[in-house]
Structures are given as structure tokens and as C-alpha cells.
């Protein structure tokens, strides 16, 4: 491989005086993608492997294998960590709603076993992990209703976010305990997650930031839509951070599987948009602490599988080689100009 990423300025020294340049990485990429993820960022998160089923399997087993080695990979090579999650529907082990008959535990049993897994984890990982997504993705997506219905929900209802971000703030005074959420620049979901924040805040939670998914394509969300929620969330007071940016080649509905490599008018549309989102992204540096990739090259990203499973996908700044793209180009040189 002709490693061209050497030959051109880093992401994280382009955008040094601005924010964290990440990416999100699992124990195969850290190999795969090694020198590009330790020239470019300074900041990674784990894919899934801190996510409940993964690092707690069941109730007395936790394993840390996987997470301990992004760790030290970050730590070897200088960089933050993020923590990704603490709170989820999805991918949470079933053995912590239930006893041992299968029976709905009461509140009192899932919030003490919700305190003994954060203080754990985030234990573990004290002044390695500067940043936790404590709950993530909670709000309802369409409706009236301001929580999605979960098992959380079910048990304990909504005091379990509350108690979430006392129980990451007991077991590590100065980590940043960010809200973490996807579809966060659409218009209804955007004001539903500034009540609860809101609501937090005035609850006197111990949360400092919001982080904003960014799973966005080609022509969605608007980047109206992206300012106004940047700016709503920043009257909060709270920092905000990209957490899982990439910029998918189709709408969500689109359905199309013909393609086996982007075409040249898609990979200058992505260039320009991902310079039209880094502009904007500078013109609130001051609230933008991170931007993080949920990915660092095409050669590997979740959009290969979904929403059409089997599907390519070319959603980052480099491609499957590893090589700069037209993107990578555009927003090197919007870096540049924004320095001189």
C-alpha cells in the first residue's frame, strides 16, 4: 500500500486549535487501519466493544479484553478517550431486567444494578476515558411522547437518566457526561432533546455536554437544519461534540444496490458537503469540542450493511486504500485558509 496519507497534513494538527479529530475503532481496525488512525486522530471511541452485552455479559462476568486494548491503544499513542455507552435499549444483556425467573425486576433492583455496572466500568477506565456517552438515544423518535418506550422506561421510568450521570459523575469527578443522539438536527427530535437536557439541567444532573451523532448523507439533514440545532443545544450552556460522523452516498430510503464503486459526481458532492459541514462546524469552534468519525476509511464502515444489508458504502475522507479523497482535500484546504 502507498501510504499518501503520510504526505499530507494531519486532520488532528489541521484542526488543533479547533476541536478533537476522532474516529471510532474495534480490535480489528486499530490493526488494519493503525498508521492511519495514529497520523490523523487524536481521539478515538470504542465501536461496541464498551457497550453493555459486550464488556457485561452476565451478572457477575464482565469482560474487558477488548476494551482494555483500544484503551492502550489510545494511551500508546497519545490519544483521548471517549467512552461509548452506559445507557442504551440496544445491545443491553436481558439478564439485567430480569431475576432469575425471568420475571421484570423491580426499579429499585435495575437501578442498583445500573449503579454497580457504571461505577465499574467507568471506574476501570478513570483518567483513561475523558469523556462518557452515559445515555444514549432514549428520546422518541416521531410523536408526541419524549421517551422511546424501553425496558428502562418499563422499570424504572425516566429517573434512570438522571440516576445514569450521578452514577458516572460518583465514579469519576472529571469526566465530561455527554447525552448522545441520532437524527439530533431533525426539527421535532432536536426540541425533545433539548427538554430533557433542559429538564437535566434544572434537576441539577451532572451533565456537560450533548453529543450529536451526525449520521448524515449527501442531502440530509439541511445544514439550516444542522445550525439551528447547534445553536439550540449550545443556549444550554453545555458543550457539544460530533460523535459518530459520516456523510453516507445515499438518502436512507434509497434502496438502490447496483453500485460496486462511487461515481465521480457522488464523491464530489460528499467533497463538498463535508466542506459545507466543516465551515459550518468552524463557525462554532467555541461549542465544538469533537468531531468524531464513526469510521476512518472506506475500506471499513457500518453503512456497508445498513440499511441495505450487503450494500457498499464510502462515507469518510479516505477510501478504501487508505488514500486521501476529494473530501479529505477540500476540508484540508478550508483548514488551511481558516489558519492563514
Known amino acids: 500500500m502507498n501510504p499518501t496519507f503520510h504526505s499530507v497534513p494531519a486532520l488532528k494538527e489541521l484542526f488543533a486549535a479547533d476541536f478533537k479529530i476522532g474516529a471510532a475503532v474495534n480490535p480489528t481496525t486499530i490493526r488494519t487501519q493503525k498508521a492511519l488512525l495514529a497520523y490523523h486522530f487524536n481521539s478515538l471511541t470504542a465501536e461496541n466493544e464498551m457497550k453493555f452485552v459486550s464488556v457485561h455479559p452476565k451478572e457477575q462476568t464482565y469482560t474487558f479484553e477488548d476494551a482494555d486494548r ?15 455507552t452506559l445507557v442504551w435499549h440496544n445491545q443491553t444483556s436481558d439478564w439485567l431486567f430480569q431475576d432469575r425467573q425471568g420475571a421484570a425486576v423491580s426499579k429499585e433492583v435495575l437501578l442498583g444494578r445500573l449503579r454497580e455496572h457504571i461505577h465499574t466500568i467507568v471506574g476501570r477506565y478513570k483518567n483513561e476515558i475523558y469523556a462518557w456517552d452515559v445515555v444514549n438515544e432514549v428520546i422518541a423518535d416521531e410523536g408526541e411522547a ?17 440516576k445514569a450521570f450521578e452514577y458516572a459523575h460518583e465514579a469519576d469527578p472529571q469526566a465530561l457526561l455527554f447525552y448522545n443522539d441520532y437524527n439530533e438536527s431533525n426539527p421535532l427530535k432536536r426540541d425533545k432533546i433539548y427538554t430533557l437536557v433542559r429538564s437535566l439541567l ?30 439550540k443545544y449550545a443556549s444550554l ?82 477510501d478504501a486504500q487508505h488514500q486521501p479523497k476529494a473530501a479529505y482535500h477540500r476540508v484540508a484546504t478550508l483548514a488551511a485558509e481558516q489558519r492563514a
Do not use: C
Open 70 to 84: 483500544l484503551v492502550n491503544f489510545a494511551r500508546e499513542h497519545g490519544m483521548a478517550m471517549r467512552g461509548h
Open 146 to 162: 419524549l421517551l422511546r418506550t424501553s425496558k428502562w422506561t418499563e422499570i424504572a421510568g425516566p429517573e434512570f437518566i438522571a
Open 202 to 231: 434544572e434537576q441539577g444532573v451532572p451533565i456537560h455536554g450533548i453529543g450529536l451523532q451526525a449520521h448524515w448523507n449527501l442531502y440530509d439533514p439541511s445544514l439550516d437544519e444542522i445550525k439551528a440545532a447547534i445553536e
Open 237 to 318: 450552556g453545555l458543550q457539544l461534540q460530533l460523535t459518530e460522523l459520516d456523510i453516507s452516498m445515499f438518502r436512507f430510503d434509497d434502496r438502490r444496490t447496483d453500485l460496486t464503486a462511487p461515481e465521480p459526481a457522488m464523491l464530489e458532492q460528499q467533497a463538498e458537503r463535508y466542506e459545507a459541514v466543516f465551515r459550518l462546524l468552524l463557525e462554532y469552534r467555541d461549542v465544538i469540542s469533537g468531531v468524531t468519525f464513526w469510521g476512518a476509511a472506506d475500506d471499513y464502515t457500518w453503512l456497508d450493511n445498513f440499511p441495505v444489508r450487503g450494500r457498499k458504502n464510502w462515507p469518510f475522507l479516505f
